[in-house]
C-alpha cells in the first residue's frame, strides 16, 4: 500500500487492517450499515468470514473457533440492537474466558436521540467483558492493538466499539504504523516455597489424583509427565475432556458424568492436586468426590480463582505447566527419589480400562413404544461415530450423555458451551468448532429445545459446506425442567410439547436427516454413519425418559 492510499484509510479500514495484522484469521457476524466498512477491512486483509443468520449465533461461532484454534477470533455486530443480539453468546464467552474480539459499531457521538443507542461500555461490563472503545482517528491503532492485547494476555473477551461518526474519519498517516507482533501470554512461574511444599505432598501421598480443568489443556505433557513420576492418577474436568486420552490411567471426567468407578476411586484419593480446575460443585459433586482425610491442592494463574469454590490445603499461584514441570524437577532433584508406581499398577490399568465409562455400566435399556433409550443410543454412535471427532455438546438435560459416553482424541476435540448454562448455545459452537477443525467431523449432541431455538444457524452449516452429525435427543420437552420439578402433569404442560418432526424440518434446511424410533432405525444410522458424513446430517432419535439423566441429580442435589 502506498503512503498516498494510507493517508485516505478511515477509522473503519484501520481498525480491520489491525485486527488481521495482529493474527485474526477468522471473522462472524452479521453486517449492518454501522459494521459494514470495518466487516469488509476485514476481509480485504485476509480474515476469512463466516455470515450467521443471528448475533447469538455468531458469537458463540467465534467463541468455540477461539476455543478450538488457540487463536483470537472475532465477532461483528451492528450498534445497538445488533450487540444486543448476540449478549447471550458474548456472556458465555466472557465466562469461559475466551479470548475474542467483540468488534461492534456504536452510535455517533452527537446522536444522543439514535433508536440505537444504549450504554455498551456499561452493557458489555455487566456480563463480565472488558469494554474498549477507538476514542479518535490519531488513536485508532493503538486502540484496536489495546484490546487484542488485553483479550490475549489476559484471556478476556473484549467488545470493542467504534462509533460510527469516527469510523468515517481519515487516520493521520502518522498513526498508521505497522501493527505490532501479536501479544503472546506470558506464563506464570510458581514461587519456590509453593513448589517444595506442593513436591513434599505429592512425595507423602499414597492414593493422590491429578485433576486438570480448562487452564491446565495446554500442560498435558507436562502433567501427564509429573503423574507418572509420582504415581499419580488423572483425571479432568468436564472443560478439559479428552487431555488425559492416551494415559492409561486416566480415571476420564471428574465430576457429573463420571462412571461410578471414576467417582469412587477420586474419592478414595488421599491428595487431589488441581491444575487450572474450579473445583466447583460440577467437578468434584459439591464435594462429594472429596474423602474425609483428603487435602487438596489447587494450581491456578489467578489468585482470585484459589479457593473460590471450596477450601484448599495448599494454593498455588502458578501456570499449570511451568508448575508441573517445577515439581516434578524438584522431586528428580531429591536423592533417593526415583519415581514410584503408586496406582499405575497393571491391576488398575486393567480396572480403568474396563471400569472408568459410563459405556461400561450396565443398566436397563428402556428402548420401546417409539422411543430409544438414549444411552443405547449414545452408545452405538459412540462405535459407529470415526476416531477423529469433534464432539460438541448443548446445555439442557440431554448433555451428559454425548458428554459421558463419546470419545473424544484430545482435548481440543471437546467443547461445551456451559459456563452460562444457557441450552441453544449447541449448534452455533458446533458451526464454529467445524470450520476451526475441518479434519475432523464435528458433532453435536442437543436437546430437541435447545436445537429448535438455535435452528437458523442450520442453514449456516449447510450453506458452509460443514461435515457435521447433529445428534437430537428428542423428548419433546424442556428435559431439565421436566425432571427437575417435582410438579403435577397440569404445571408441567408449559415445558412439554407435542411430538415434532425434526428430520422433516432439517430437510427444509438442505440437511440430510433420519429419525430414530428403534434399534433397527438405529442400525440403519449407524451404517449411513459408517458410509462416511461430508455434509449436515441430523438424527432425530426419539428418546425414553430415564427418569432424568443421573448427571442432572447430582446437579441439582442441594438447590
Known amino acids: 500500500m502506498s503512503s498516498a492510499d494510507e493517508a485516505q484509510l478511515t477509522v473503519a479500514d484501520a481498525v480491520g487492517r489491525t485486527l488481521a495484522e495482529l493474527g485474526v484469521r477468522r471473522v462472524f457476524g452479521v453486517v449492518g450499515s454501522g459494521n459494514f466498512t470495518m466487516t469488509n477491512a476485514l476481509r480485504r486483509h485476509g480474515a476469512a468470514w463466516t455470515a450467521a443468520r443471528h448475533e447469538g449465533g455468531a458469537a458463540t461461532m467465534a467463541d468455540t473457533y477461539a476455543r478450538t484454534t488457540g487463536t483470537v477470533a472475532v465477532v461483528t455486530t451492528h450498534q445497538g440492537c445488533g450487540l444486543t443480539n448476540a449478549v447471550t453468546g458474548i456472556t458465555e464467552a466472557a465466562k469461559s474466558r475466551t479470548p475474542m474480539i467483540v468488534l461492534t459499531a456504536d452510535t455517533g457521538t452527537s446522536a444522543v436521540l439514535s433508536n440505537f443507542r444504549i450504554g455498551q461500555d456499561a452493557l458489555a461490563e455487566s456480563v463480565g467483558a472488558v469494554a474498549e472503545r477507538v476514542h479518535s482517528a490519531a488513536t485508532a491503532v493503538q486502540d484496536t492493538v489495546r484490546a487484542l492485547r488485553t483479550a490475549v494476555v489476559e484471556r478476556r473477551t473484549v467488545v470493542l466499539s467504534v462509533p460510527t461518526d469516527l469510523q468515517v474519519a481519515p487516520v493521520p498517516a502518522e498513526a498508521l504504523s505497522p501493527a505490532p507482533a501479536a501479544p503472546l501470554a506470558a506464563r506464570v512461574r510458581p514461587s519456590q516455597d509453593a ?48 487431555l488425559f486420552r492416551t494415559d492409561p490411567f486416566s480415571l476420564g471426567i471428574s465430576g457429573g458424568f463420571s462412571s461410578d468407578f471414576t467417582a469412587a476411586t477420586i474419592r478414595d484419593s488421599d491428595l487431589i492436586v488441581a491444575f487450572g480446575c474450579a473445583l466447583n460443585m460440577w467437578t468434584m459433586r459439591h464435594g462429594g468426590l472429596i474423602g474425609e482425610d483428603a487435602r487438596v491442592v489447587q494450581v491456578d494463574v489467578e489468585a482470585q480463582a484459589l479457593g473460590a469454590h471450596r477450601p484448599v490445603s495448599l494454593a498455588v499461584l502458578g501456570d499449570a505447566a511451568e508448575t508441573a514441570a517445577a515439581v516434578r524437577e524438584e522431586l528428580t532433584s531429591r536423592s533417593g527419589h526415583p519415581g514410584r508406581v503408586g496406582r499405575r499398577t497393571p491391576a488398575m490399568r486393567e480396572r480403568i480400562a474396563t471400569m472408568s465409562r459410563k459405556n461400561h455400566e450396565p443398566f436397563e435399556d428402556l428402548s420401546g413404544d417409539g422411543t430409544i433409550d438414549p444411552r443405547v443410543l449414545s452408545i452405538a454412535l459412540d462405535e459407529a461415530l470415526p476416531a477423529q471427532r469433534s464432539v460438541v455438546i448443548d446445555s439442557g438435560n440431554s448433555m451428559g450423555y454425548p458428554a459421558a459416553y463419546f470419545r473424544v482424541p484430545d482435548e481440543a476435540g471437546f467443547c461445551m458451551t456451559q459456563a452460562f448454562q444457557s441450552i441453544g448455545l449447541g449448534l452455533y459452537g458446533a458451526v464454529g468448532v467445524a470450520l476451526a477443525a475441518p479434519e475432523r467431523l464435528t458433532v453435536l449432541g442437543t436437546g430437541d429445545g435447545g436445537f429448535l431455538m438455535s435452528i437458523s444457524e442450520l442453514e449456516t452449516a449447510v450453506r458452509e459446506g460443514l461435515a457435521m452429525v447433529v445428534v437430537v435427543y428428542n423428548d419433546s420437552a424442556y428435559g431439565a425442567e421436566v425432571h427437575h420439578f417435582d410438579a403435577s402433569a397440569e404445571e408441567l404442560e408449559i415445558v412439554e410439547f407435542p411430538e415434532t418432526d425434526i428430520a422433516s424440518i432439517a430437510r427444509g434446511f438442505g440437511a440430510e436427516a433420519m429419525t430414530v424410533r428403534s434399534r433397527e432405525d438405529l442400525t440403519t444410522v449407524c451404517a449411513r454413519i459408517a458410509e462416511g458424513v461430508d455434509s449436515v446430517l441430523v438424527i432425530d432419535a426419539k428418546v425414553a425418559s430415564d427418569g432424568g439423566a443421573w448427571w442432572l441429580a447430582e446437579a441439582f442435589r442441594g438447590h
Open 195 to 242: 513448589v517444595t511444599e506442593l513436591a513434599d505432598a505429592l512425595a507423602a501421598a499414597e492414593r493422590p489424583v491429578i485433576i486438570a480443568g480448562r487452564g491446565g489443556r495446554h500442560a498435558g505433557e507436562e502433567l501427564r509427565a509429573l503423574a507418572e513420576a509420582t504415581g499419580a492418577l488423572t483425571a479432568t474436568s468436564a472443560a478439559a475432556h479428552g
